[in-house]
């Protein structure tokens, strides 16, 4: 939703850096956990839990910007979302980390023998996959928006697509 929001708001280009960030961020995270992170998040459930309340704050924050958000005319009002505010959404979605730990949990046994190597070729293609699944979703988002050019239907778009953030923030809590 986040960049189906921002690519409707502001269009596929201005969405590339938050992408960048985010994917980036992706392909570390998934790293890290493929070496081992997945097993310090099991020892401390503290960890887990604060990163579950902190991310579902910050997607809060972003549906609560998105809810208030006017006309696309009125861009110069808002900001795209940045590279740091693709890699703080990733760091911050406790969802992520339990998808890459479960996709490890299937691709990476004992017995692998290249266990490294197994493991830069997940965390690239997992990333790679999502680029293309969040690209999409980006420009289909840029799509809907020309739709929605004048100040009242943007807005109701806006509000519309703020409230399914907002309902995916509470998703993050309560899941």
């Known amino acids: 939703m986040f960049f189906a929001a921002n690519g409707a708001r502001f269009g596929l280009a201005a969405t590339l850096p938050a992408s960048a960030g985010y994917h980036l961020a992706t392909w570390l995270v998934t790293a890290a956990i493929g070496l ?34 006017g006309a696309i005319e009125s861009v110069r009002e808002a900001r795209p979302a940045g590279f740091m505010d693709g890699v703080i959404l990733l760091a911050l ?39 293309v699944a969040f690209t999409v979703w980006t420009a289909v988002g840029n ?20 409230a399914i953030l907002a309902a995916v923030a509470v998703w993050m809590l309560v899941v």
Do not use: C
């Open 36 to 69: 081992g992170f997945a097993a310090a998040l099991e020892r401390s459930s503290q960890v887990f839990l604060v990163i579950k309340w902190a991310g579902s704050a910050y997607v809060l924050y972003l549906a609560w910007k998105l809810f208030r958000a």
């Open 143 to 162: 799509g809907i928006a020309r739709q929605f050019q004048d100040e009242s239907h943007a807005h109701r778009m806006n509000m519309a697509l703020g």
């Open 93 to 131: 979605n406790p969802k992520a980390y339990v998808i890459i730990a479960l996709m490890f949990t299937q691709f990476l046994t004992d017995g692998t023998e290249d266990r490294f190597a197994v493991i830069w070729m997940i965390t690239t293609v997992f990333t790679l996959n999502n680029l």
